[in-house]
């Protein structure tokens, strides 16, 4: 799983899995275990279920709990506003998307 969620963060594609029962479309920014020993995915929400209904906003998914998990043909700019690369939380970063992308001219 963290390799398909790398490759999806290093082309900056969409992903949309199941998370609690409930389909998520995420654009992924950071993979890595945290200080409790977790894999978790960073990621902003930009479509399917969520339960305060606020949308899009970031969420953190515990990688054991991520099913059906697909990369989608969307792709995303770059980092969203509040994203930070160096994320204390994290003591292993497996990939993550750079604080600022060069575009392609």
């Given at each position: 799983m963290k390799t398909v969620v790398c490759d999806a963060i290093?082309?900056?594609l969409r992903l949309s899995f199941t998370y609690a029962g409930k389909?998520?479309?995420v654009e992924p920014h950071l993979c890595g275990r945290t200080t409790t020993g977790?894999?978790?995915l960073l990621a902003y929400q930009v479509g399917g279920h969520s339960s305060?209904?606020?949308?899009?906003?970031w969420r953190n998914?515990?990688?054991s709990e991520i099913h059906d998990l697909r990369?989608?043909?969307d792709r995303f700019d770059g980092p969203r506003p509040g994203y930070v690369a160096a994320d204390e939380r994290f003591v292993v970063v497996y990939?993550?998307?750079p604080s600022?992308?060069?575009?392609?001219k």
């Open positions: 290093s082309r900056r389909v998520r479309v977790q894999d978790l305060s209904g606020d949308l899009p906003r998914y515990r990688l990369v989608l043909e990939c993550r998307v600022v992308v060069v575009l392609p």
